[in-house]
């Protein structure tokens, strides 16, 4: 059950990758994340409000906890992403946002002595292989070709915050309803940005309005807000975050399979190579068959 959540939630995000970038133009990035928490937060509290109530001595308890995760997975990791689309390629956001796995191996020994074990490092590094050759296309000399920009930089910027967003998740308070704690942090992330967005419009960046921008921010706040980070939260808890890493890779195997039923691309040969990689190395990581005893 825990590895069905963190597929949904790599498929939700997918969905984010590809409409922050497409949508960069109508939706400003701060406008995008300010609208976005604040229509999740909207939709949560129809259903958390009750949590609230009676956990209110709990989240007190834990309010510096869910701070911390606020700023990092609210407002720290979601908005350098949107603010990287605004200068950076899909593919150099996909090829650094890859390393996630790595910085979580990193981010649980500081924080916790949690080693990587060889098992789960080859696992990571042969998911590694497979993102690297769909985006390369099958050509590694490809690789040499392609360019970094600042946007690069806050794509990295983004995926360290998430990695200690996700190491951090061991922390969690097990008692805390997850309604209680995804509103909660969803709160803190808000009174960051609110002030950040109001910057923006002062800039004159706004959005323009119409059903692509309101399908947008319905589809972010919904299934990337709510449901995937409830997805995610849960299975890391349960498995632990170097196993949950390298189910980050499946982003660009999700962009794929959405582009071949929705934009008419077809299927390649890199392709099937690079999914084949990327499940081999998930499945290096998150299983171990173990010998049958003998009779």
Same mark, same amino acid.
């Given at each position: ?13 997918s ?5 922050s ?24 509290l ?15 308890r ?5 701070i ?6 609210v407002a720290?990791?979601n908005?350098?992403?949107?603010l990287?689309?605004?200068t ?6 996909v ?9 979580i ?11 990587l ?7 990571v =590094?042969?998911? $590694?292989?497979?993102v690297?050759? +769909?985006? #390369? ?6 690789? @040499?070709?392609? %360019?970094f ?7 990295l ?36 940005i ?7 419009l ?5 959005m ?7 399908l ?7 299934f990337?807000?709510?449901?995937a ?14 196993k949950?890493g ?11 399979? =959405?582009?071949? $039923?929705?934009?008419?691309?077809? +299927?390649? #040969?890199?392709?099937?190579?690079g999914?084949? @990689?990327?499940? %081999?190395?998930?499945?290096?990581t998150?299983f ?8």
């Amino acid at each position: 059950m825990p590895y069905l959540l963190l597929t949904l939630a790599a498929l939700f995000w997918s969905g984010n990758f590809v409409i922050s970038r497409g949508m960069h133009t109508d939706i400003p990035p701060l406008g995008l994340s300010f609208w976005r928490w604040l229509v999740a937060l909207l939709i949560l509290l129809l259903f958390a409000s009750h949590h609230l109530i009676r956990q209110h001595h709990l989240v007190r308890r834990h309010l510096r906890f869910i701070i911390v995760q606020g700023l990092l997975g609210v407002a720290g990791f979601n908005t350098m992403i949107y603010l990287a689309m605004q200068t950076t390629t899909a593919i150099n956001a996909v090829l650094v946002n890859s390393c996630i796995p790595v910085l979580i191996a990193v981010c649980s020994w500081i924080m916790f002595r949690e080693a990587l074990t060889v098992r789960q490092g080859c696992g990571v =590094l042969l998911s $590694l292989c497979g993102v690297v050759s +769909i985006i #390369a296309k099958g050509r590694w000399e490809f690789l @040499l070709s392609v %360019s970094f920009n600042p946007g690069d930089l806050l794509v990295l910027l983004a995926a360290l915050l998430w990695a200690l967003y996700s190491t951090n998740l061991k922390n969690y308070p097990r008692e805390l309803h997850p309604f209680a704690y995804q509103s909660g942090i969803v709160v803190s992330g808000l009174i960051v940005i609110f002030p950040c967005y109001l910057v923006e419009l002062s800039m004159g960046k706004t959005m323009t309005m119409g059903i692509p921008t309101l399908l947008s921010i319905g589809y972010v706040a919904v299934f990337a807000s709510i449901l995937a980070f409830i997805f995610w939260n849960k299975a890391v808890r349960t498995v632990g975050p170097n196993k949950s890493g390298p189910f980050i890779h499946l982003m660009p195997v999700f962009s794929t399979i =959405l582009a071949v $039923l929705f934009l008419g691309e077809t +299927i390649e #040969a890199y392709h099937l190579l690079g999914i084949a @990689l990327i499940f %081999s190395g998930i499945m290096l990581t998150t299983f171990r068959v173990r010998p049958s005893s003998k009779l």
